[in-house]
Nanobody, 124 residues
């Protein structure tokens, strides 16, 4: 059983920063990958960033490259998303997710466990 708890969302002005955290509660946690997705009203859930857990390789959507940084701490275990230079179009509910098996890390398919989501609102 894997439980994910997100925190760190909130309201911020454009150009500001937020740091999201995803705390993992699980036994012998050794996933293939973890990721942040987001979903804005009326839109499909989309990948924001992903990290292959053991190699620490990262992926970023083009829309957030250079502004967001994904990282993880093995010991806790916890995943983070540092979001800088936020824009109004970054407004969405952000979800963390865990994928245990090898596969495409940018698709929602294959991620078996999801957090409850945290709202990020960027005011213009």
């Amino acid at each position: 059983q894997v439980q994910l708890v997100e925190s760190g969302g909130g309201l911020v002005q454009a150009g500001g920063s937020l740091r999201l955290s995803c705390a993992v509660a699980a036994r012998a946690f050794s996933p293939y990958a973890m990721a942040w997705f987001r979903q804005a009203p009326g839109k499909e859930r989309e990948i924001v960033a992903a990290i292959r857990w053991s190699e620490n390789n990262t992926y970023y959507a083009d829309s957030v490259k250079g502004r967001f940084t994904i990282s993880r701490e093995n010991a806790k275990p916890t995943m983070y998303l540092q979001m800088n230079s936020l824009k109004p179009e970054d407004t969405a509910v952000y979800y963390c997710a865990v994928r245990r098996t090898i596969g495409l890390i940018t698709s929602t398919r294959g991620y078996e466990h999801w957090g409850q989501g945290t709202q990020v609102t960027v005011a213009s």
